[in-house]
């Protein structure tokens, strides 16, 4: 990168916001939940999640001799009992890994793919898209899921332990219950309808067809079984076993209560579908910013790609140097120049000739930085540029169109261990319980990722490297985040969030590498996600500070943004220069996440 800054970071004041809060307790006799603490520091690996019991499950194998990639592993497993709307078997996601020893990041693809039956107008129904509730909720809009072959190859290739050892705590978790919070309650009340559609989804998660109380345990022991089956068979149980073989019945016949009325369409998953699956091992997307190399994830997602242009268009300004007001114009600005390029040119890498290279060059991020002025804002939707040809002048174009729906749940992990391998990872079954179908006695819901394709192009008259294709992967918008300074770590952050993934972590980012601000507090900052329309999504903190109305004075337009007007929910780790972690989660969000490291030590 040209005309940037070179900073080095550290941290002086540890943030003072990192407050323990109690989750919901259990009623008397049920399980007690750890509490939760935005940041935790100290000694031996770092750990942070959305939640306190999958949290300690990774401490829990860190302090049993298990590598970043082992402690990952088990947070993932565990979240898929305590967040089971946002991740699990049934799903997918991408894997970030920086070696200690090589120095390398490294990365896995594990992205849900269509089955072999899909075509471009897989969910168009004469002429006109079918809508879009009903793909979710369906058959046709399951992906064939790639979250166990991701965890057994991030086992093969950095990890100490076998897949038994570290589903343990997730089974004896399932087995035993975890206490019910207001987060879960909420979401299982708004997915109160459609579970009730599906009577093995009723039975799970509305036990007597009612809501879980707060502070109720909940167990799963149809889903501790699958982790028993898994840890003894393999991730062959299902790519190839009697799970998989459950998930094609579920997926092509699904078993709905005929008093519900709803339109379920059966897909076209099959066990071919299940033993071809694999996972891509890829180059992970580098820019250099500040000094500091940002790694991140390379397409089928797009996030590494557009969190890279972004961060080459900002680093022509010093936004340590800008007041409050410019820096989240250029921010916000830089995201809506990002999305409009996004949405141009990735998709999946196999089926589109998608140029990554050029996203990420700086050549083509000065000829679109050029475009935005501190006293306006660009129209919308900006049109796209073009990597391979970066215009020499500077106009913006309009463009017609709209912006692709993508899911606002997911869950994301971040790792550390005693040696200094880091793990980023997202994972999700994209929408808030994914497509609302349980696998009958398997107790895990299936994802309903292809609905992360285009049902039809989002632009007339120009491609759309995202419309769906036999054995193709949607784009997805997954940005986990490794930063390196002077080739050692330095942190690693990512969200959930859907498309506004991309935006939470360019604004942690800045937040903490420009602004100066703590990792806790660079993640508890108000949010707002501008993705290339006329309105940006916004937190009512982040409408309530005093630049909100300086933004809206040069054009700015905010609305509600987010699931119950929250935008991400943030974990990430740092290094400290003396060697003590930093693990960082949400204040406030969801509830608060669920920072630790193995040996505290301020």
């Known amino acids: 990168m040209v005309l940037g800054r070179q900073v080095r970071l550290t941290v002086g004041v540890l943030a003072t916001c990192a407050l323990v809060a109690p989750v919901a307790q259990a009623a008397p006799g049920g399980p007690q939940a750890p509490p939760k603490q935005a940041e935790a520091v100290g000694y031996g690996g770092a750990v942070s999640s959305v939640d306190p019991e999958a949290t300690r499950a990774g401490i829990e194998v860190l302090r049993r001799g298990g590598t970043a990639a082992d402690a990952a592993?088990?947070?993932?497993?565990?979240?898929?009992?305590?967040?089971?709307?946002?991740?699990?078997?049934?799903?997918?996601?991408?894997?970030?890994?920086?070696d200690a020893q090589s120095g390398a990041v490294s990365t896995i693809d594990g992205r849900e793919t269509a089955p072999a039956s899909a075509r471009e107008d897989m969910f168009v129904e004469g002429d006109k898209p079918i809508p879009f509730d009903e793909a979710v909720t369906s058959g046709l809009g399951v992906g064939v899921p790639g979250t166990p072959l991701t965890w057994q190859e991030a086992l093969d290739r950095w990890g100490r332990k076998d897949l038994g050892e570290v589903l343990r705590?997730?089974?004896?978790?399932?087995?035993?219950?975890?206490?019910?919070?207001?987060?879960?309650?909420?979401?299982?009340?708004?997915?109160?309808?459609?579970?009730?559609?599906?009577?093995?989804?009723?039975?799970?998660?509305?036990?007597?067809?009612?809501?879980?109380?707060?502070?109720?345990?909940?167990?799963?022991?149809?889903?501790?079984?699958?982790?028993?089956?898994?840890?003894?068979?393999?991730?062959?149980?299902?790519?190839?076993?009697?799970?998989?073989?459950?998930?094609?019945?579920?997926?092509?016949?699904?078993q709905v209560d005929p008093a519900a009325g709803r339109v379920v369409r059966p897909g076209g998953m099959t066990d071919?579908?299940?033993?071809?699956?694999?996972?891509?091992?890829?180059?992970?997307s580098h820019v250099e910013y500040r000094g500091l190399d940002v790694y991140g994830m390379a397409p089928s997602s797009s996030g590494g790609t557009t969190v890279g242009e972004a961060l080459n268009m900002l680093e022509r300004t010093d936004l340590s140097g800008v007041d409050k007001t410019e820096y989240l114009h250029r921010f916000l600005e830089?995201?809506?120049?990002?999305?409009?390029?996004?949405?141009?040119?990735?998709?999946?890498?196999?089926?589109?000739?998608?140029?990554?290279?050029?996203?990420?060059?700086?050549?083509?991020?000065?000829?679109?930085?050029?475009?935005?002025?501190?006293?306006?804002?660009?129209?919308?939707?900006?049109?796209?540029?073009?990597?391979?040809a970066p215009e020499q002048g500077c106009q913006a174009r309009p463009a017609g169109g709209a912006e692709p729906y993508e899911g606002?749940?997911?869950?994301?992990?971040?790792?550390?261990?005693?040696?200094?391998?880091?793990?980023?990872?997202?994972?999700?079954?994209?929408?808030?319980?994914?497509?609302?179908?349980?696998?009958?006695?398997?107790?895990?819901?299936l994802n309903n990722e292809l609905t992360d394709f285009s049902f039809t192009p989002s632009r007339p008259g120009q491609p759309d490297p995202n419309l769906p294709g036999p054995g193709k992967r949607p784009r997805s918008s997954m940005s986990p985040t490794i930063v390196l300074q002077d080739g050692?770590?330095?942190?690693?952050?990512?969200?959930?969030?859907?498309?506004?993934?991309?935006?939470?972590?360019?604004?942690?980012?800045?937040?903490?590498?420009?602004?100066?601000?703590?990792?806790?507090?660079?993640?508890?900052?108000?949010?707002?996600?501008?993705?290339?329309?006329?309105?940006?999504d916004a937190e009512a903190a982040f409408t309530a500070q005093p630049e909100a109305e300086k933004l809206r004075a040069i054009g700015h337009q905010f609305k509600d943004g987010g699931e119950r007007g929250e935008i991400g929910a943030a974990t990430g780790v740092e290094r400290l220069p003396d060697g003590r972690w930093v693990a960082a989660a949400e204040p406030e969000r969801r509830g608060g996440g669920a920072a630790a490291v193995v040996v505290p030590g301020r």
Not at 76 to 88: D, H, I, N, Q
Not at 424 to 434: A, D, K, P, R
Not at 495 to 521: C, E, F, K, N, Y
């Open 73 to 98: 592993v088990a947070v993932a497993a565990a979240l898929g009992v305590t967040e089971p709307y946002s991740a699990g078997v049934g799903g997918g996601g991408y894997f970030v890994h920086y």
């Open 169 to 254: 705590p997730a089974e004896r978790l399932a087995r035993r219950g975890f206490a019910v919070d207001e987060t879960f309650r909420a979401q299982t009340e708004s997915n109160q309808a459609r579970f009730s559609a599906f009577p093995a989804t009723r039975d799970l998660f509305l036990p007597g067809g009612k809501l879980p109380e707060v502070g109720s345990t909940m167990r799963n022991p149809d889903l501790a079984d699958t982790y028993s089956a898994l840890a003894k068979d393999g991730v062959d149980a299902l790519y190839g076993g009697e799970i998989g073989a459950d998930v094609v019945r579920t997926v092509r016949a699904p």
């Open 272 to 284: 071919e579908d299940l033993r071809r699956y694999r996972t891509v091992e890829q180059a992970p």
């Open 334 to 388: 830089s995201s809506k120049i990002g999305f409009a390029d996004r949405n141009r040119w990735v998709g999946d890498p196999a089926f589109n000739d998608v140029p990554t290279k050029e996203l990420l060059s700086q050549e083509f991020a000065d000829s679109r930085e050029c475009l935005i002025t501190p006293d306006a804002v660009l129209p919308t939707p900006v049109a796209p540029g073009d990597p391979r």
């Open 408 to 445: 606002p749940n997911t869950t994301h992990l971040t790792v550390a261990d005693a040696s200094g391998d880091v793990v980023s990872y997202t994972l999700t079954i994209e929408q808030t319980g994914g497509s609302g179908i349980v696998v009958p006695g398997r107790g895990f819901l």
């Open 488 to 536: 050692k770590p330095l942190l690693a952050v990512g969200s959930p969030g859907g498309a506004t993934i991309i935006t939470t972590v360019l604004q942690v980012l800045t937040g903490r590498v420009d602004r100066g601000m703590s990792l806790v507090d660079a993640i508890a900052e108000p949010r707002a996600s501008q993705r290339n329309s006329a309105q940006t």
